[in-house]
């Protein structure tokens, strides 16, 4: 085959696209490796980037305070550009409300901070659920139009001496949908169970560390917190449990 100057031409110019690629790829930080490889949610929407915690700001417990710090980070790693706060309000709420409305607030239960050592922060606004662990800041869940994560609870169902988190939330404007969330804390990695609870909230009844029921229940709310089930309303619906290392649901 003869080879002709205009071949020489575009076989120069592929080596050198693949060159510069090489070299942009290279230059990449391990931070931004890590970052953009470990993402939580395998539903689209719900899809963040993990963001790690810079070192001079990691402590041993997080106050409020720290925690709006964290989330501007987490904002700026996400592209959230400006979230809804009291000084762009335009809802006309009285200004009691507004703080209670747009309060973070920290929920997480004693069991769980105790076993764990995690905390878990809730965005009243949004009813977006986040847990800092470690040097992690991770966004689990889903919450709008809904009230976002309604029961957490330490479980263990890979057999790693990791105990991860189990957790039901609910989202969903004119359809309102729950769903159950496994947040494995060794891979930094979030999957929704295969379940769906249309027009009703779910709640965790923990057996042991790998089964749990599952129960439809009324829910009220405890100072715009975590949500309180009404026990007189629970209604059994599934199971989770740990089988050979992995999640397995049960729907009755």
């Known amino acids: 085959m ?5 071949m020489l031409l575009t076989g120069f110019l592929c080596l050198l696209f693949l060159t510069i690629a090489a070299c942009q790829n ?12 470990t993402t939580t949610g395998d539903v689209g929407f719900n899809e963040a980037k993990i963001y790690e915690i810079p070192f001079k700001q990691r ?29 762009n309000d335009n809802t006309g709420m009285s200004e009691a409300d507004m703080q209670k409305y747009y309060r973070i607030i920290e929920i997480t239960p ?3 901070k105790k076993e764990i050592g995690c905390q878990i922060f809730r965005v009243n606004n949004s009813s977006d659920t986040f847990v800092v662990y470690k040097s992690m800041v991770y966004r689990i869940g889903f919450g709008f139009g809904g009230y976002g994560v309604v029961s957490i609870e330490s479980c263990e169902f890979d057999g790693d001496n990791q105990k991860d988190l189990l957790y039901t939330f609910s989202w969903g404007s004119g359809m309102h949908r729950s769903h ?16 769906m609870q249309l027009n009703e909230d779910v709640v965790l009844n923990k057996i042991s560390d790998d089964n749990f029921k599952v129960d ?4 009220t709310w405890k100072d715009w917190g975590l949500a309180q089930p009404v026990d007189s309303y629970r209604k059994l619906v599934a199971e989770v449990k740990g089988v050979n290392g992995k999640v397995e649901i049960i729907k009755y």
């Open 216 to 219: 439809i229940a009324k829910v």
């Open 59 to 87: 402590k041993k417990s997080y106050s409020i305070e720290d925690f709006k710090a964290l989330l501007n980070g987490f904002d700026k790693l996400n592209n959230i550009k400006k979230r809804e706060s009291i000084e």
């Open 26 to 37: 290279t230059s990449m930080t391990s931070s931004e490796k890590m970052v953009k490889s």
């Open 110 to 112: 004693e069991k769980v």
């Open 180 to 195: 159950i969330g496994v947040l494995n804390l060794s891979n930094n990695h979030e999957e929704w169970l295969d379940f």
């Open 2 to 6: 003869r080879v002709t100057g205009k």
